[in-house]
């Protein structure tokens, strides 16, 4: 089965760049989305949609790439509000089902 | 206001089913594809299943090997998960959510509902 593939763990300190890599071999021909959940058991929120866009209310320090099977997630400035888990979210080769990645907790610190 | 609420979840025994229930208020649910995803305690994110706007098109991942059915409908502006077969891997929180929506120039819609516990 298809699988998106992300680093466990980020730790940044305040005011510095975290970037967080998802790779997967169907990325060249799928659109990458990428989520926030804070701890809490709270919903997850959509960050970055289409590879590089940012929904409205996401603050221009967060930001997204590709490039070949490779979408990065980068955090410019990083703030103690960014500390959560960041999944990215994608479609596997031939379309059909989801998958998410197994997740990477960013901490700043 | 818009929302997606999921109701049905609690606890079940090993091997017996379960169906949990998605309805949507402030908004028009035929409008969007509808997706479920779990997680488990401690866990990360998993897409389970989608089901297309009509309901005519439906995809599951592979790991549920065909236990669980996600069905819609639009008239009472709610989407179902039918759960079968279940085992203690299946104890999570359960959300729905819509299909992400993108009008070009303007922006993207999504919604999650804030989940429900089920615990086999």
């Known amino acids: 089965s298809y699988e998106l593939t992300q680093p466990p763990s980020v730790s940044v300190s305040p005011g510095q760049t975290a970037k967080i890599t998802c790779s997967g071999d169907?990325?060249?021909?799928?659109?990458v989305y990428w989520y926030q959940q804070k701890s809490g058991g709270q919903a997850p929120v959509l960050i970055i949609y289409e590879d590089t866009k940012r929904p409205s209310g996401i603050p221009e320090r967060i930001s997204g790439s590709t490039s070949g099977t490779v979408a990065t997630l980068t955090i410019s400035g990083a703030q103690v509000e960014d500390e959560a888990d960041y999944y990215c979210?994608?479609?596997?080769?031939?379309?059909?089902?989801?998958?998410f990645g197994a997740g990477t907790k960013v901490t700043v610190l | 206001e818009l929302q997606l609420v999921e109701s049905g979840g609690g606890l079940v025994q090993p091997g017996n089913p379960l169906r949990l229930s998605c309805k949507a208020s402030g908004f028009m649910l035929s409008d969007y594809g509808m997706h479920w995803v779990r997680q488990r305690p401690g866990k990360g994110l998993e897409w389970l299943a989608g089901?297309?706007?009509?309901?005519?098109?439906?995809d599951y991942a592979d790991f549920l090997k065909g236990r669980f059915t996600i069905s819609r409908e639009n008239g009472k502006n709610s989407l179902y998960l039918h759960l079968n077969s279940t085992t203690v891997d299946d104890t999570a929180f359960y959300y729905c959510?819509?299909?992400?929506?993108?009008?070009?120039?303007?922006?993207?819609?999504?919604?999650w509902g804030r989940g429900t516990l089920v615990t086999v």
């Open positions: 169907a990325l060249p021909s799928n659109f």
């Open positions: 959510k819509t299909g992400i929506f993108v009008e070009p120039g303007i922006g993207a819609f999504e919604l």
């Open positions: 089901i297309s706007w009509n309901g005519v098109n439906t």
């Open positions: 979210y994608s479609t596997e080769t031939n379309g059909n089902y989801r998958v």
